[in-house]
């Protein structure tokens, strides 16, 4: 069993920037392929990020790639979400997850193939 804890969330104003965290219960945190997704008032829940387990590998969202960073620190049991730029439209609660790979260096956009999530955090960006 993995629990998630999000945080870093809040509110911003347009071009801002924000970092989440996103840290893991237990010793086998190394071994889980990470996500982040999102979820904004009426849409689907929708891919954000994804990390690899050993950091070797990482995906984004087409129209994310120039503004947002994934990245893990293994020995801290956390991923992290670099945020830049942000807009209004990127106002959602963010929810990271893990995977548990089915292969070496595994990580994927599909919130289905996720085993654990977290409760999310609240980002709000303003004009």
């Known amino acids: 069993q993995v629990q998630l804890v999000e945080s870093g969330g809040g509110s911003v104003q347009v071009g801002g920037s924000l970092r989440l965290s996103c840290t893991a219960s237990?010793?086998?945190?190394?071994?889980?392929?990470m996500g982040w997704f999102r979820q904004a008032p009426g849409k689907v829940r929708e891919f954000v990020a994804a990390?690899?387990?050993?950091?070797?590998?990482?995906d984004y969202a087409e129209y994310e790639k120039m503004r947002f960073t994934i990245s893990r620190d293994n020995a801290k049991n956390t991923v992290y979400l670099q945020m830049r730029s942000l807009i209004p439209e990127d106002t959602a609660v963010y929810y990271c997850?893990?995977?548990?790979?089915?292969?070496?260096?595994?990580?994927?956009?599909?919130?289905?193939?996720?085993?654990?999530w977290g409760q999310g955090t609240q980002v709000t960006v303003s004009s």
């Open positions: 997850a893990a995977l548990r790979p089915p292969a070496h260096d595994y990580y994927s956009s599909y919130s289905y193939e996720y085993d654990y």
């Open positions: 237990g010793r086998t945190f190394s071994t889980y392929a």
């Open positions: 990390i690899s387990a050993s950091g070797g590998n990482v």
